[in-house]
């Protein structure tokens, strides 16, 4: 297969993971015969240093011009810790996601049995936790009218939804677990706000034409709770774009690291994929970010292309580099391994996966693992 791939590195640690995925695509694409072309863009911080905009238009065009997008993180000091800051980095993320219609935001959550230990929760709780959120990502309060009063005293934003907004995202959640464990949660606030009314309603009326899945409800503060206190409990979760935030990035602490959890964003004439982490800037340069996130993303990037196999190909070589201990600090923090030769690891364990053996001597060196 042939794909066109536009690279959105960013801003922090986005270029040194993004360089890992890529590294990781081009084994894969040399095994199974395919071909991959990469285009590279700016966007966020990096974007309005060079242009003045965090979205430049040239950047916007590749995407739009490409098969799919591999995005690397997002944000700068700079920006975060100035609130009269009037553009913004995330700024050229949240138009992207407009621009291109990626409505859809899904973010899988999968325990790795040899990081349970890292996670802050017992591992009876989260041993065999799987499920996936699926985040409606163009609309609700991020994008709803904003305003603020002269005085600086007052400000409101907008939380609004639409029948068709709400539609084609549930649709997909349904499918997905249509082919996973036929259990959905729709989270909302339907006790207080009328846009999570909207949603119930959409959604047990869609829920007829998907007999065979069973539909559940909780609000957004118990879902908040549940997924802590019972995550095995979930399959399939469906919910508005601020609380998928927020809850995403809370189900991110179950497996051990940020740093392990991909994303997609689907649209219906392109697709996005990135880490869910972001720009770590306090890492920048340093190589000892995790890209395994950015490496997983780039696997389901491959499911999108129905590359079943090699996207679990490089499922298999992260989960090797796991067991091994083949990690960046955040999850071995004695006897770690650089950005770099993670990558390095897993691209040998793609490419001649009975070959490869551990030695840390060897992958520091920056030497094959092939033998």
Not at 89 to 95: F, N, R, S, V
Not at 282 to 308: C, R, T, V, W
Request: charged fraction near 25%; proline fraction near 4%; charge should be negative.
């Amino acid at each position: 297969m042939n794909l066109n791939i536009a690279l959105l590195p960013g801003d922090g640690i986005g270029p040194e993971v993004i360089q890992q995925a890529v590294k990781v695509l081009n084994a894969i694409a040399e095994k199974y015969n395919h071909s991959f072309e990469f285009k590279k863009a700016s966007v966020g911080a990096i974007a309005i240093d060079e242009t003045g905009n965090p979205l430049p238009d040239e950047t916007l065009q590749i995407c739009a011009d490409a098969d799919a997008i591999l995005f690397g993180a997002i944000g700068d000091p700079k920006y975060d810790n100035n609130p009269n800051a009037k553009v913004r980095p995330e700024q050229g993320l949240l138009k992207l996601r407009k621009s291109l219609g990626l409505f859809a935001n899904i973010r899988p959550l999968t325990t790795y049995d040899a990081l349970i230990h890292k996670s802050n929760l017992k591992a009876e709780v989260i041993k065999d936790t799987n499920f996936v959120i699926y985040r409606e990502l163009t609309s609700g309060i991020y994008f709803g009218e904003k305003q603020a009063s002269e005085d600086g005293n007052e400000a409101s934003d907008i939380c609004k939804y639409t029948v068709e907004e709400i539609d084609r995202i549930a649709h997909l959640a349904f499918k997905a677990a249509q082919v996973r464990r036929k259990k959905l949660t729709l989270v909302d606030k339907a006790n207080v706000l009328e846009t999570s009314r909207l949603w119930r309603k959409r959604v047990a009326e869609i829920a007829k034409t998907y007999p065979k899945v069973n539909l559940e409800y909780l609000f957004v503060d118990n879902a908040a709770m549940q997924i802590i206190l019972n995550p095995k409990q979930f399959d399939v979760i469906l919910t508005e774009n601020m609380f998928g935030d927020i809850l995403s990035d809370e189900a991110s602490v179950i497996s051990g690291s940020i740093g392990l959890l991909a994303s997609a964003s689907i649209g219906s004439h392109t697709a996005m994929f990135e880490p869910i982490h972001g720009s770590y800037p306090q890492a920048k340069g340093k190589n000892i970010a995790n890209p395994l996130a950015a490496i997983l993303s780039a696997a389901m990037l491959l499911d999108h292309f129905e590359l079943y196999e090699e996207a679990e190909t490089i499922r298999t070589a992260v989960e090797k580099s796991i067991e091994l201990n083949i990690t960046t600090p955040d999850l071995n923090s004695t006897n770690h391994f650089s950005t770099t030769n993670v990558g390095n690891f897993l691209s040998d364990f793609i490419l001649d996966d009975e070959n490869t053996f551990y030695n840390k001597n060897n992958i520091d060196l920056g030497q094959s693992t092939i033998i």
